[in-house]
């Protein structure tokens, strides 16, 4: 099976931007913009031009600031999104308008009052639209994860032949289980006549957890770009983690899958967007948390000390983490004592380490954990010797 490269859309300062408390201002997300230049994702999603004049002028200046990626401004199927879209892109070296419409009959009854037919025609009109300004054009069928696939596909055939380069298969509300995602892409991937000529996207939210899961079935079974955002940050409970389906795809070669996201930016992007959204990152969040390479069982700190693999599998460096961290707590054994003390100055005999061994479960019992200094306080009338 030939290798197949999967280009990663980044949506941070798009969709990211929308959880509550994380506005950035212009010049924090043409830093931001930067960073994922230099990251090495394949489209750049700027913002929602109509929505405001700040998200208007952030769009521009980042069409200005960067020039590898594709820069994407997002659009309803309105004519005055898409014109204000197209005008904030004027000065992108490669444009996308990110047009579409909600295609679930949820969406087609409440939120449009309308009928699927129109939203057919509704979709193949903005699609037109926008190709008047850009080649690139991207049709998102919003809910799609609980549209028919029947309809679904038929709305995505029409789509296609108006010039949509991409379509963009969105699991809006979290709902969908891998296997049914995967099988939706592979559905259009087979009954939607003209899809050689576009590209299938995944875009997929994380209200039940399954972002990451639903976003590698989707390419698995056909779709050749994945929507995602730094930290997984988005609206309710986030987006589809950008970290964790590159290591995803890295750490299982025989999926045959690659990306041209640069690893090892990938911990120090996470800080950065996390420090100017001030957005949390959860310690055991994967790939970049604070604890995904941090070991607190003896039994764990003893095989990693042995030998990392034997816990870990990835390497913390490849990613940008300096090293893995042994924390000492009262769940630790003599093994990761020994190998604390020894990085801090001290060479421990066997009954030297079982004297300290002593007086660290008992200050391990009164504290979460037990630091450097606690270490030396420990040595205190210990016969030890000085490590080389």
Not at 283 to 288: E, L, Q, R
């Amino acid at each position: 099976m030939s290798t197949r490269k999967i280009q990663i859309f980044d949506t941070t300062l798009r969709d990211g931007e929308q959880v509550p408390g994380c506005k950035l201002n212009t010049p924090e997300k043409i830093e931001i913009a930067r960073n994922l230049e230099k990251l090495g994702v394949d489209v750049i999603e700027a913002g929602f031009p109509i929505s405001s004049p700040g998200d208007f002028k952030s769009v521009m200046e980042i069409s200005k600031a960067v020039t590898e990626p594709i820069v994407c401004g997002l659009s309803r199927a309105v004519v005055k999104d898409i014109e204000t879209a197209a005008e904030a892109l004027k000065y992108a070296k490669r444009p996308r308008i990110h047009t579409g419409i909600g295609t679930s009959d949820s969406h087609i009854l409440h939120k449009f009052n309308s009928n699927r037919d129109e939203i057919i025609e509704r979709a193949v009109a903005a699609v037109k639209y926008a190709k008047r300004f850009v080649e690139d054009v991207e049709f998102y069928a919003e809910d799609a994860g609980r549209t028919d696939n029947e309809y679904l596909a038929r709305v995505c055939e029409a789509v296609v032949a108006a010039g949509a380069t991409v379509l963009n298969i969105p699991d809006t509300t979290g709902y969908c289980l891998p296997h049914e995602y995967g099988a939706k892409i592979k559905y259009l991937k087979e009954n939607v006549k003209g899809i050689d000529k576009a590209i299938l996207s995944t875009h997929c939210h994380n209200d039940l957890g399954l972002a990451t899961a639903n976003s590698i079935e989707g390419v698995i079974h056909g779709a050749g770009q994945i929507e995602c955002t730094i930290n997984g940050i988005g609206e309710r409970a986030g987006n589809t983690s950008l970290e964790e389906v590159v290591m995803i795809m890295r750490q299982h070669p025989y999926l045959n899958l690659i990306t041209g996201v640069e690893a090892k930016m990938l911990y120090p992007i996470s800080q950065l967007v996390s420090e100017k959204m001030q957005m949390f990152v959860q310690p055991n969040k994967a790939i970049v948390g604070s604890n995904a390479f941090a070991h607190s069982s003896g039994i764990h700190q003893d095989g990693v000390i042995k030998n990392r693999e034997t816990y870990e599998i990835m390497d913390p460096s490849d990613v940008g983490v300096d090293q893995s961290l042994i924390v000492l707590t009262a769940r630790s054994g003599r093994a990761a004592l020994a190998y604390r003390a020894h990085k801090i100055g001290y060479q421990l005999t066997k009954d030297a380490l079982d004297e300290v061994y002593e007086r660290f479960l008992a200050v391990a019992d009164r504290k979460k954990e037990v630091y450097d200094e606690d270490i030396h306080e420990m040595m205190k009338d210990v016969k030890i010797e000085l490590s080389a």
